[in-house]
């Protein structure tokens, strides 16, 4: 039995709806699956209810942005309780600074004399946390870009000339948020931040687990993290990141976490709720 407990809808960044990934998952034998939209929830319910005709179990979550020590650093929620009001009015509020950075990128596209309707952006994206993906598309379908590499390389990149931060919470924000709307809090794909450094801060800041098992995680890299997972004691998580065909290959079915990790989290989410 197996898990992938990071994935994307077009709820977020993703290109699947709920009802197509939660098909995916099933096709490929999922026993449980996370959705994990960026900064929002919005997909979870409709993920349920297709994983509950699939038989597949349901993990509600969130991948939210934030910082630490000046690296941009993405927490995973698990378990979480999708009407907590706390959550839901921080939640909001990052979607409203990712719209205004939306409108703000597109104005600084058109300045270097391109011609892009930020409402194009909206329509495409159709959700209420929409990214730079969104963007990309919008200029590859114009022909302005050939492809999302293209539109990324020339416009959307970091240090690139449309480019802005997201609004950010600290990742103690984010672990204490999570834990006030009943979920665990797990570092999504350490192997990509090059930052082993920030851990022993985060654990000390509340948090509950690691991204051990991820698609760009050679086999070596995972056992790494895996290590550091057994001396901190965190909770092992894993996934694939699919965004659907955003990035050109559907992920899903790359990563395959074995389920006995999905009873470690629940264990401990139950052992939390109790007391
Ligand atoms: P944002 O949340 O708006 O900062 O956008 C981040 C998203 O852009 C993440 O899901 C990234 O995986 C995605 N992304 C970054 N580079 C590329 C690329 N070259 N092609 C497609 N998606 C990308
Ligand atoms: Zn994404
Ligand atoms: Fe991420
Ligand atoms: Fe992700």
């Known amino acids: 039995m197996f898990a992938d407990l990071h994935l994307h809808t077009n709820f977020s960044d993703g290109t699947y709806t709920p009802e197509e990934l939660a098909g995916h998952a099933h096709r490929l034998g999922f026993s449980a699956v996370a959705l994990t939209d960026h900064d929002t929830m919005e997909g979870c319910p409709r993920m349920a209810a ?3 005709t699939h038989g597949i179990e349901f993990v509600p979550g969130s991948e939210l942005t934030c910082e630490h ?3 941009e650093l993405h927490i995973l929620g698990y378990f979480l309780d999708t009407a907590n009001e706390k959550l839901c009015t921080a939640l909001a509020k990052f979607q409203e600074v990712r719209v205004n950075r939306i409108r703000e990128m597109v104005a600084r596209i058109n300045a270097l004399g391109v011609k892009l309707d930020v409402q194009m952006v909206f329509d495409i994206a159709n959700c209420r946390a929409p990214g730079r993906p969104h963007i990309g598309r919008a200029l590859v379908q114009l022909g302005i870009c050939s492809g999302m590499d293209e539109a990324f390389d020339r416009f959307l990149k970091k240090g690139k000339p449309a480019w802005m931060p997201k609004y950010r919470m600290t990742a103690a924000e984010a672990i204490d948020l999570i834990h006030q709307a009943g979920g665990l809090a797990s570092l999504a794909h350490p192997g990509l931040y090059r930052a082993d450094h920030v851990i022993p801060g985060l654990v000390a800041a509340g948090m509950d687990g690691l991204e051990c098992f991820y698609t760009k995680h050679s086999t070596p890299i995972m056992e790494h993290y895996m290590l550091i ?3 901190h004691r965190l909770l092992v998580t894993g996934g694939s990141d699919c965004h659907g065909m955003n990035k050109g290959q559907p992920l899903i079915g790359s990563t ?5 990790f999905v009873e470690l989290l629940k ?3 139950a052992a939390r709720r109790a007391t």
Do not use: G, S, T
């Open 229 to 231: 997972a057994d001396k």
């Open 50 to 52: 297709a994983c509950v």
């Open 267 to 269: 264990k401990r989410v």
């Open 69 to 71: 020590e000046r690296q």
């Open 256 to 260: 395959k976490l074995p389920y006995q």
